[in-house]
């Protein structure tokens, strides 16, 4: 089962915290979609190859350690969905002693990097940059003449589609007249632009994890695009930002990308705003249907009954993993909400720990 992104924090900071005396703590990453027998045979003769290691500790740690790693992929009948991330070495903090840990990790996204490198501490910026968001944003940059639509998730810019419109320029074949000229390309601009939201729809109209659509170009392109409705009315309700963008190429979609930082960064504010404006108007309105503080939102927790476990980023996380393992185990989302809003504020001010309920819990909770 994939980890959330509060799973995979805790699990990175762990991972983090371990260094090898020599390079013999090894890192596997297998890319969503790749076969897992094929990296287990690549990892069978990596266990050939550790034998020409000249330190008889740092061979044994790094052979066991391929050891470990093959007989848990031999477990697996198919690589997982988004891919998986397997980490294990000798983390022993005394000289001399053995600790032979595995860490075998489905990330919350899917994996696009195959690799295996033997290091003195573990590859983790793969799924680093998993953190930065829950969410993806479509990216499309265009003009008349050609479109790149792409995909924004946390740092990363992936190229899904580039078609070129095939209208001609403003030179006139045939000696045609200017209306007429003007009739034809007027027509192969719509054609375009209906191509173009057809490819939006295919790749982004059932899409779970889609937060916005942005969109760049030069004027008046791609607000004809916009303001012409060419895309479906949810695709459009979807459009958070238009820029002014002159390249539609995949640098246009960098460039897409590093005009609308603003725009991003508001993003995860008004997620925050909203689900806090839920919980508070939950608490005040149906007070059985949600729980303040600890020892109330733990009861709940242990009932099944959150739907929804919102902590404070302030909290230590010594003082929440209990209630965070708890609603893994029952489902519930988990929510960490900032001290940047006025409402992260008062809720980190009123003990930073609450849950909106699937059921009513009168019995248990008062």
């Not at 170009?217 to 916009?226: A, Q, W």
């Not at 839920?278 to 733990?298: H, I, Q, S, V």
């Not at 965070?324 to 409402?343: F, H, L, P, R």
């Amino acid at each position: 089962m994939a980890m959330d992104k509060n799973e995979l924090e805790e699990v990175l900071e762990v991972l983090a915290s371990h260094r090898g005396r020599q390079t013999e703590l090894i890192t596997v990453y297998i890319s969503a979609g790749y076969d897992v027998n094929v990296v287990q045979k690549q990892l069978e003769a990596e266990k050939s190859t550790s034998k020409n290691i000249k330190s008889t500790s740092t061979r044994k740690n790094v052979t066991e350690a391929l050891e470990k790693i093959v007989r848990h992929l031999k477990g697996l009948k198919k690589t997982p969905e988004n891919g998986l991330a397997v980490f294990c070495g000798n983390v022993a903090k005394v000289e001399g002693q053995t600790d032979l840990q595995i860490w075998a990790i489905e990330p919350p996204l899917p994996l696009k990097i195959r690799l295996y490198r033997c290091d003195k501490e573990f590859v983790l910026d793969p799924l680093k940059t998993m953190m930065e968001v829950d969410e993806v944003f479509a990216l499309l940059v265009m003009d008349r003449k050609e479109v790149t639509i792409g995909l924004l998730e946390g740092k990363r810019i992936e190229v899904i589609q580039k078609m070129t419109s095939g209208i001609p320029g403003k030179v006139r074949a045939g000696g045609q007249s200017s209306q007429r000229f003007h009739r034809i390309t007027e027509g192969l601009t719509r054609d375009f632009y209906k191509r173009i939201a057809e490819e939006m729809k295919k790749n982004f109209f059932e899409h779970p994890k889609l937060k916005g659509i942005l969109i760049g170009g030069p004027i008046p392109t791609k607000d004809e695009f916009v303001d012409d409705e060419y895309m479906t009315t949810q695709l459009r309700e979807k459009i958070i930002g238009v820029r002014d963008i002159g390249d539609t190429s995949e640098s246009g979609l960098k460039e897409l990308v590093a005009k609308s930082q603003d725009i991003l960064a508001k993003q995860e504010i008004i997620h925050e705003q909203k689900m806090l404006e839920r919980f508070f108007k939950t608490l005040g309105e149906k007070p059985d249907l949600a729980a303040l503080k600890e020892p109330l939102t733990k009861q709940a927790l242990d009932y099944g009954a959150v739907d929804v476990l919102i902590l404070s980023k302030e909290l230590k996380k010594e003082d929440v993993s209990d209630l965070k393992d708890v609603a893994n185990n029952t489902g519930a989302t988990i929510e960490i909400v900032s001290n940047e809003t006025d409402e992260g504020k008062q809720f980190f001010n009123l003990g930073g720990i609450g849950a909106i309920l699937r059921f009513k819990m009168e019995k248990v909770l008062q």
